[in-house]
């Protein structure tokens, strides 16, 4: 899967048609594949189905343009080989950043965006290592697991699968780790530009984070989640599915505890990943001092890193990068609402 | 297994021959089977072997009558099937209480001396749900899981398999759950009368815990723990190994995470076992209730019962079966020594 087979590049006149066909209302990936192969090429369908005008399409890469991106079409030589083999492979992608991490092994980490602290720290950790050793490490750029992976993985290559437009900003408190990642990893998506990312953008977009990657790393899956549905897509499209476990009387892990069961590999660091696939042969560039990362909302931040377990004020305002005098303030804040608990030890924790 | 075939009753001059075998200096279970298969009985090997004399026999049989037990001899009617069929089955064990227990399925609940409140909970609860389910819960009298398991399952069944004479109180502070036990449910060791739990006799009495159980069900076993080692060769004895996971950044699971990956079957809930033995067809005795535990050291028992993550005092006083009053004098004189942290809404951890 590392050494990707690259299709000859598209004749230009059927890359156009297939961009037509893909931007065409109602034509979903689905009926995209369907259409190709009924009529034989997208040129053939475009003519016999109603296909967006080409001026559409010449207008969209204009502007994806002017955020420094471009299209990877199906059959693009630069379009990700794992994902083309899907049978639902996307058509098109958005693509704005480097495209060159898309050559190199792909690894997946998601998980809880209300995850806990230790989780969170859990995902940088084991995104930093496989950094390190040569992986990619691909997320959804949500909340909690996802960003937590990606700001580890920023400066040995990191790629975030947007839901919506590749213009579309979700959630906001992420603006600065997508800007980041725009100009140090890849930002990719399927949506045309514009388009904002509804709920049922989410799971098609899980099957892109999965798709790209050689396997997926599921960490905080509670029952009935976003992720273990992701985990289970995952195994049926042949991925890896690796979980890391947690006690049956934290709900955070009762899908994770489900996957397990249900035949995923329990993965405790990342030696039972290594044991899979090896490290990869191509060798990462030299992690770089990491940006700081603009303010959104401090109090989000806060409370986004705060859990029911005590948790030292130093290790916040690192995990926050947000100076120690705003964390203190938004402490306070919460404290006299109730919502706080302090702990010996310079520890709070949630109520 | 659940419906132990028995042997015919040992011929008693062979039953006699058998404890004198048993009870020779030097003859461990491996020696005395290896002797019944080359001298064809163990009175031909008494013959030849220099065995104790009977009358040894008959005094550690009177002393042993006189707190309320009797020897059963492999061969014996009431000798537990399945702990019968194993190659280093005991030749003898000595039982004190209610050894119609040993007619019913029986599951081992093992795990961690230091374990979490968290997880003696999770055994509590486990235990009883076990007991009424029709499972006679067995486990070896330690500290932490094991306690929490049989006092979860004194009122519907439990079986203590000792590692010195069943006369040795180990340890201490579990001399009232020893006596209870005594009482309501069945004590069993392999050791003679008067013998001292040295180290090396638990691993030969962990192999008795399994080798009672149709599986052992694992809670908080860390890296290289005994607990590990019991579920190693439970799986070697053919028995199935249920475990409980948890987070692979709390060193307590660690074994426990390594043995689901050997093949462990990850453990939620009583479900996962039941799905596997099914609910047995007898039924356990009402349960009555729990006769109050006499108080050995209340600081130990509070000690015990405390960790790291906070806990109400009304649960420590619950669970410590401690007046409220001896349970505040514990908690202030900890709180003096620097060891004890207060909470929000009465609760309670270590430092």
């Known amino acids: 899967m590392f050494d990707g087979t690259h299709l000859p590049d598209l004749d230009p006149a059927e890359r156009r ?24 090429s997208a ?13 559409r399409i010449l207008q969209e890469e204009k502007a994806l343009a002017g955020l420094g991106g471009r299209f990877l079409v199906l059959g693009d030589a630069a379009y990700p080989a794992a994902l083309a083999a899907l049978p639902d492979a996307p058509p098109v992608l958005s693509a704005v950043g480097d495209t060159g991490l898309l050559g190199r092994p792909m690894l997946a980490v998601v998980g809880a965006r209300e995850a806990s602290l230790a989780g969170r720290r859990f995902a940088a950790e084991l995104s930093t290592q496989l950094g390190a050793a040569g992986f990619v490490v691909v997320s959804g750029l949500a909340r909690g697991i996802d960003t937590a992976a990606h700001e580890a993985a920023l400066a040995t290559g990191t790629v975030a699968v947007l839901a919506g437009g590749i213009d579309q900003v979700y959630p906001l408190q992420n603006a600065g780790l997508h800007d980041m990642i725009a100009k140090r990893g890849l930002l990719l998506c399927e949506s045309p530009l514009g388009t904002p990312p509804i709920a049922r953008a989410f799971p098609r977009r899980n099957r892109i984070v ?3 990657s050689a396997g997926v790393v599921v960490i905080e899956a509670a029952a009935r989640s976003g992720s273990l549905i992701t985990a289970q897509r995952a195994a049926e499209q042949g991925r890896e599915v ?3 476990p947690g006690s049956p009387m934290d709900p955070r892990y009762g899908g994770s505890n489900d996957l397990i069961r249900e035949g995923a590999i329990l993965t405790r660091d990342i030696n039972d990943i290594i044991s899979v696939f090896g490290r990869p042969q191509c060798r990462p560039q030299a992690p770089e001092k990491q940006a700081e990362i603009p303010h959104d909302s401090a109090t989000e931040r806060v409370l986004g890193a705060l859990g029911t377990v005590p948790t030292a004020v130093d290790e916040l305002v690192r995990r926050c990068q947000v100076s120690a005098a705003t964390v203190a303030e938004v402490l306070l804040a919460l404290e006299l609402e109730g919502r706080l608990e302090r702990h010996r030890g310079n520890r709070v924790s949630l109520m």
């Open 242 to 244: 690796f979980v890391v």
């Open 43 to 55: 040129r053939a369908a475009c003519v016999r189905l109603d296909a967006v005008p080409e001026r």
């Open 210 to 212: 999965s798709g790209l």
């Open 17 to 40: 048609a297939r961009l037509r066909l893909a931007r065409t209302p109602r034509i979903g990936p689905a009926s995209f594949h369907e259409a190709l192969s009924h009529f034989g």
